[in-house]
């Protein structure tokens, strides 16, 4: 499995997204775009941030009815993004309908992960409001094994996590962790991190990292650190 540091470009708007990316003139770094931008600014910036020779990873986190899950996937895979998801609450059924939809005629399709448990669910959220009264680490492994027998590419969560849903779910099974910070940096409001050269000791494929990068005095040269305390 290819290596690789996602920037989550966590904007609200088209024009500071391009001031952003302008900044990168030797490299195109593979970047995420969520819910903020993709709201704000609709497929056109999925287009036009291909356009310009970056790999996205579509943070949509789908969850809904098979059927709808499943036609909703068929029109992220014509934006030709590189990477998407979907929540695997929704069940195998839901799981497998998406990968249905989003393998594309010639049978290509782009990597679709799934998230577990959200980071921001406690074990007393889950038992108060969601009634799952199983150890959370535990609930995390299932969900990440009903995502692999429903063929699915791999899952997002903590590098803390990697090691175990490799173990659980095969070598071969993406592992895409964010909560990543420089041992210098700022946590902000991530409870659980780790540093790049961490995450890479731990087994995560990809790093998503965020404010550390984009919130840099020097953004290309903190993308730079993480490249290199991450793959090699
Ligand atoms: O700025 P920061 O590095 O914390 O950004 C991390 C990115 O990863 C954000 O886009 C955040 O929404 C996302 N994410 C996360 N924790 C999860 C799932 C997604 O931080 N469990």
Do not use: W
């Amino acid at each position: 499995m290819g290596k690789d540091v996602i920037i989550a470009l966590d904007f609200d708007s088209k024009e500071k997204t391009l001031a952003f990316l302008d900044q990168f003139t030797e490299e195109k770094p593979f970047v995420k775009i969520g819910m903020e931008l993709y709201y704000a600014e609709g497929p056109a910036i999925v287009r036009e941030i291909k356009a310009r020779g970056h790999k996205i990873f579509l943070d949509l986190k789908l969850h809904d009815i098979p059927n709808t899950v499943k036609k909703a996937m068929a029109v992220l895979s014509g934006l030709d993004v590189d990477m998407t998801n979907l929540h695997a609450a929704g069940t195998k059924a839901m799981m497998e309908a998406a990968l249905e939809g989003l393998t594309r005629p010639d049978g290509t399709r782009p990597l679709l992960i799934a998230v577990t448990q959200l980071t921001s669910t406690s074990q007393e959220r889950m038992e108060s409001d969601l009634l799952i009264e199983k150890p959370l680490d535990q609930v995390v492994m299932h969900y990440a094994k009903c995502a692999a027998e429903s063929g699915l590419a791999g899952v997002v969560c903590s590098p803390l996590e990697a090691g175990k849903v490799h173990e659980v779910c095969g070598k071969d099974f993406v592992t895409v962790t964010p909560g990543v910070r420089f041992a210098d940096g700022d946590a902000g409001d991530q409870v659980r991190v780790t540093t790049p050269a961490k995450a890479k000791e731990l087994g995560s494929d990809y790093i998503v990292v965020g404010r550390p990068i984009t919130q840099a005095a020097d953004p290309v040269a903190a993308y730079r650190r993480c490249v290199s305390e991450f793959v090699g």
